[in-house]
C-alpha cells in the first residue's frame, strides 16, 4: 500500500511565498514522474508542475519563472517552491505520484492542500 500526503498549504499575502512538500510512504520501490496539480473552485484540475525521474521539468506557462519543483529520491519526496504568489493562485493543489509498487506501476494522489493568497 503507498500513500501520498501533502503538506505546507496556508494562507498568505500577494507577492509572498510558500513551499509545499508531498511524501510518499509505505511499499514503494521506485518513483517516476511527480507533479502538482491544482484545482479552483469552478475550474478543472490541472497540472502545475511535473518532475520525472531524471529531474526534467515542466510547468504551467502562468507559474513559469514563479514556481520551483525540485525532488529528493532518496525520501520519496516533490517539493514545490511558490514564489510571488498571486491571488489567482489560490487553489487546492494535489500530488500525484507514479510509483512503482507490488503488483505494477499505479499514480496515486494525495488528499490535497489549500493554498489560498489574499490580502
Known amino acids: 500500500q503507498v500513500q501520498v500526503v501533502e503538506s505546507g498549504g496556508g494562507l498568505v499575502q500577494p507577492g509572498g511565498s510558500l513551499r509545499l512538500s508531498c511524501a510518499a510512504s509505505?511499499?514503494?520501490?521506485?518513483?517516476?514522474?511527480m507533479g502538482w496539480y491544482r484545482q479552483a473552485p469552478g475550474k478543472q484540475r490541472e497540472l502545475v508542475a511535473r518532475?520525472?525521474?531524471?529531474?526534467?521539468?515542466n510547468y504551467l506557462d502562468s507559474v513559469k519563472g514563479r514556481f520551483t519543483i525540485s525532488r529528493d529520491n532518496a525520501n520519496n519526496t516533490v517539493y514545490l517552491q511558490m514564489n510571488s504568489l498571486k491571488p489567482e493562485d489560490t487553489a487546492v493543489y494535489y500530488c500525484r505520484a507514479a510509483v512503482l509498487t507490488i503488483g505494477g506501476q499505479y499514480r496515486y494522489w494525495g488528499q490535497g492542500t489549500q493554498v489560498t493568497v489574499s490580502s
Open positions: 518532475i520525472d525521474s531524471g529531474g526534467s521539468t
Open positions: 509505505g511499499t514503494v520501490f521506485s518513483i517516476y514522474d
